[in-house]
């Protein structure tokens, strides 16, 4: 069966430090990847997703990018924080060909203080 | 206008109360829909998928309805554990790929 990791659970960092949160997936092969992006009290926003090894579409301009250097393995990394980055970083995959559900990490919940 | 829009709520119903959530989507060339189920402070889950015929499952049921651009959820019988934030996805392919776009949820409270 697949199952999605993401990591770490937690993490509070200081304003200008860097980030870099992993996610990978196993069990399947080519999926499309996505990172999303949850605000205290808002909804679900689309930062990323990627269609294979080294293919990044960019939903929203921001401080913060992506990689995906291995098939089933995504990454989100921001050179500096700003406070406005806090909320809840979701990594989801889904099957590549086909309109169908997407499945979720268990998100990190990233603090910049 | 956004793409998926859902009421906020909360909405707060005793145990055994049959309650209903709309969802309405803005990109007439959406081709999936599903319904997910987040609790505080987790990552969303599938809850059911939403097809053209209307489905069910058990307490669970989901309608769409294309020409007017939205989709409902039903649930009969509610019960304690149903309580979390109730969120639509639409799918529409964008770039190559299929993109998930979520409501911002509808809360639902329920209570003894």
């Known amino acids: 069966s697949q199952t999605i990791h993401q990591w770490p659970a937690t993490l509070v960092q200081p304003v200008g430090s860097p980030l870099s949160l992993e996610c990978t997936v196993e069990?399947?092969?080519?999926?499309?990847l996505y990172w999303y992006r949850q605000a205290a009290g808002r909804g679900l926003q689309l930062l990323f997703y990627?269609?294979?090894?080294?293919?990044i579409s960019s939903e929203v301009p921001q401080n913060l990018s992506a990689s995906r250097p291995q098939d089933r393995q995504f990454i989100l990394s921001s050179k500096k924080l700003l406070l406005s980055d806090s909320g809840f970083y979701l990594c989801?995959?889904?099957?590549?060909?086909?309109?169908?559900?997407?499945?979720f990490g268990q998100g990190t919940r990233l603090t910049v203080v | 206008r956004k793409e998926v829009e859902q009421d906020p709520g909360p909405f707060n119903v005793p145990e055994g109360a049959t309650v209903a959530f709309n969802c309405t989507y803005s990109?007439?060339?959406?081709?999936?829909f599903f319904w997910y189920r987040q609790d505080c402070r987790k990552e969303p889950k599938l809850l059911m998928s939403?097809?053209?015929s209307g489905n069910e499952d058990g307490r669970f049921t989901a309608q769409l309805n294309r020409a007017s651009q939205y989709i409902s959820l039903l649930i009969r019988d509610s019960k304690l554990s149903d309580s979390a934030t109730y969120l639509c996805?639409?799918?529409?392919?964008?770039?190559?790929?299929?993109?998930?776009?979520f409501g911002r949820g509808t809360s639902l409270i329920v209570h003894p």
């Open positions: 989801a995959w889904s099957v590549l060909a086909g309109y169908t559900e997407a499945f």
């Open positions: 990109n007439s060339a959406s081709q999936s």
């Open positions: 939403v097809y053209s």
């Open positions: 996805v639409v799918l529409h392919a964008s770039g190559g790929s299929y993109i998930p776009t």
């Open positions: 069990g399947t092969s080519n999926p499309n």
């Open positions: 990627s269609v294979g090894i080294g293919q």
